[in-house]
Antibody
């Protein structure tokens, strides 16, 4: 059974870089043909797309975050990674990793991690 | 402001049929598939409808999706108390080359 688990610091200081990993179990990122992505949700607000990546392609990013974000796959660790630089309080959110339905970049996400709350505060 | 527009709230009584709407534009809903997610309090979103009107395995047939031009709808028939949740629509947007979401509709079962 496919399982995704986010991990990383729960508190990040303003102007620093937020780094999260999503460990995938029950499937191999390198052998599977799916897009993988990150979505976040500020407290009490809606969902916001961060970025998504295929194991052999160029990532797609939310234009509003593109200058600060990097999404990548680590096939040796079977993990999905997120780096978001120069964070502010507006980046406080629950961060979800997810797997898409297929290898199509525009196919929705059907398997989600439980999410991890990251607060940006000094 | 979300790119896709949803009413912030909806309500119904048990057994009733409710519809949640999602309005977009030609670059997203009008030209790509629509997806619907259900989010119960404190949990991750769950895929409810994919590619406009398909249900993943395990999703009851009380849930159905439709799309017309730049608008989409999620219908829930035979409303149950456990359907009380937030519902989000999503679509790929060709202008921004990324996913856009609706602001979410909070469904209350009275």
């Amino acid at each position: 059974q496919l399982r995704l688990q986010e991990s990383g610091p729960g508190l990040v200081k303003p102007s620093e870089t937020l780094s999260l990993t999503c460990t995938v179990s029950g499937d191999s990122i390198s052998s599977s043909s799916y897009f993988w992505g990150w979505i976040r949700q500020p407290p009490g607000k809606g969902l916001e797309y961060i970025g998504s990546v295929f194991y052999s392609g160029t990532p797609y990013y939310n234009p509003s975050l593109k200058s600060r974000v990097a999404v990548s796959l680590d096939t040796s660790m079977n993990q999905l990674s997120l780096r978001l630089s120069s964070v502010t309080a507006a980046d406080t959110a629950v961060y979800f990793c997810a797997r898409a339905l297929s290898s199509w970049y525009d196919d929705g996400f059907d398997v989600w991690g439980q999410g991890t709350l990251v607060a940006v505060s000094s | 402001q979300s790119v896709l527009t949803q009413a912030p709230s909806a309500s119904g009584t048990p057994g009733q049929r409710v519809t949640i709407s999602c309005s977009g534009s030609s670059s997203n809903v009008g030209s790509n598939y629509v997806y619907w997610y259900q989010q119960l309090p404190g949990t991750a979103p769950k895929l409810l409808i994919y590619r406009n009107n398909l249900r993943p395995s395990g999703v009851p047939d009380r849930f159905s999706g439709s799309k017309s031009d730049t608008s989409a709808s999620l219908a829930i028939s035979g409303l149950r108390s456990e359907d009380e949740a937030d519902y989000y629509c999503a679509a790929w947007d060709d202008n921004v080359n990324g996913w856009v979401f609706g602001g979410g509709t909070k469904l209350t079962v009275l």
